[in-house]
């Protein structure tokens, strides 16, 4: 019952989309030198995590430091989830010591030191970290370039669904999580072992790098048997999948080549369905892997494609349909984007001539691929091992998604 009041509302938010899509999709010439500026709030700042610390020490400082910025996130998020479901929120708080005791030990510890750094209740901040199982849209882009290097870069967008703020036009969980973005770094022995693009608050990983070995960025993947199935399943007792943030997190932790990384997300049981897209440091390969709960429903790699035009030739551009499918024309991010990809090759070089880091900013920060639920922009040097984010805006008249 619950389950089929979740999907009216969102067929009804679908609705309600259309009657304030632009007649017509969003189209604007593809921008040019835009890095590092243009279209940019300001720049993440950025903590070290200390791996040695026992879990429940982890996150504390960074949730003192951040407190602020964590409580305006997780309190958006408690209200909002309150708005989708009135029984959401009492059941999460109520169920709690059960719903702990079947997540792994160390995450619900790293989650109960951003509880007490902060002063939160231990159930909003799990709900915060649940949240992020459901509700993101992004663009992904891995790009082989002229000189077999790999070129990785991500845009965020979240907080569909959680409520438009037609006074201020804007999206008001986008505009709570802009100011809790974060450039994490993890060490172990002093050394850094990978880093990520991170919102406070959330233990687990949707963006990050191990410097020569691999890269990783994480799509949502909207699907009827979908995330708040998984979830309910999970309380419920089906306690053998897992969650996207904590596995994410085992596989920095974990692998240390590009095959480690590719077998884990292609056997491991997920709570929901989802898109990975995977690069790697020692060769100039990415693969897009499209993930059931269960099984991998298609892989796509750079190289199979011989139409330069086309993702999986010298690319892969991932948004949030699968690569088999078309895209909904409510929600056209691909074409656009593949336009200003393919715009860069010329007469008689394909684009992985002119690939860049800078170019690959631009394809971001063309609209509807940077959109009002834009809330960064990463580019991610394998190689360096670094990441470099970017708080978005997306000037009006902009795509609201
Ligand atoms: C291509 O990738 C390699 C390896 O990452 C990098 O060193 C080189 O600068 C890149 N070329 C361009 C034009 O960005
Ligand atoms: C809307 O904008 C006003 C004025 O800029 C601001 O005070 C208010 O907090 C905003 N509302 C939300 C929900 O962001
Ligand atoms: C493409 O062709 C033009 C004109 O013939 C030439 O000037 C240019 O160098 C060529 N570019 C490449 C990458 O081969």
């Known amino acids: 019952m619950k389950i089929s009041g979740i999907l009216f509302l969102v067929s ?86 059960e719903l702990a005791e079947t997540l792994p030990q160390n995450y619900v510890d790293e989650m109960s030191s951003l509880s007490q750094g902060a002063g939160l209740p231990f159930g909003d901040i799990v709900l915060f970290n649940i949240f992020y199982e459901a509700f993101s849209a992004c663009t992904s882009v891995v790009a082989k370039n002229g000189s077999g290097g790999v070129h990785h870069a991500r845009n965020m967008d979240f907080g569909l669904f959680l409520g438009f703020d037609f006074k201020n036009m804007t999206w008001s969980l986008t505009e709570a999580l802009r100011p809790s973005l974060i450039h994490l770094d993890f060490l172990k022995n002093g050394e850094l072992q990978f880093s990520s693009a991170s919102f406070i608050g959330y233990v687990g990983i949707f963006t990050a790098v191990k410097k020569q070995k691999f890269s990783l960025t994480i799509n949502e993947r909207f699907n009827i048997d979908g995330g708040w199935v998984g979830i309910l399943e999970w309380i419920l007792g089906k306690h053998s999948a897992n969650w996207l943030g904590f596995l994410t997190r085992d596989l920095f932790e974990k692998c240390d080549d590009f095959r480690c990384a590719q077998d884990l997300l292609k056997t491991a049981e997920m709570v929901s369905p989802v898109y990975f897209v995977l690069a790697s440091g020692e060769r100039p390969l990415g693969e897009i892997i499209v993930r059931d709960r269960e099984d991998v429903s298609q892989t796509v790699k750079i190289g199979e494609e011989s139409d330069p035009s086309k993702s999986s030739s010298w690319f892969l551009l991932q948004t949030n349909y699968d690569p088999s499918q078309e895209p909904p024309f409510f929600d056209d991010r691909r074409h656009p984007a593949l336009k200003c990809i393919s715009e860069l090759s010329s007469e008689n070089a394909s684009g992985e001539n002119f690939i860049t880091k800078e170019a690959l900013f631009d394809v971001l920060s063309t609209k509807p691929s940077l959109n009002m639920l834009t809330v960064y922009t990463s580019l991610i040097d394998i190689q360096e091992g670094s990441i470099e984010s970017f708080v978005r805006e997306c000037p009006f008249p902009c795509t609201p998604w």
């Open 12 to 97: 009804s938010v679908f609705t309600k989309k259309l009657q304030f899509a632009p007649s017509g999709p969003f189209h604007e010439k593809c921008q040019a030198g835009s890095y590092p500026e243009k279209r940019v709030l300001w720049r993440p700042k950025s903590a070290e995590i200390n791996l040695d610390l026992a879990p429940i020490e982890r996150w504390s400082e960074l949730a003192k430091t951040y407190s602020k910025e964590l409580h305006a996130a997780v309190n958006d998020v408690v209200v909002l989830a309150d708005k989708i479901d009135a029984k959401i929120v009492p059941f999460v708080r109520e169920k709690l010591p």
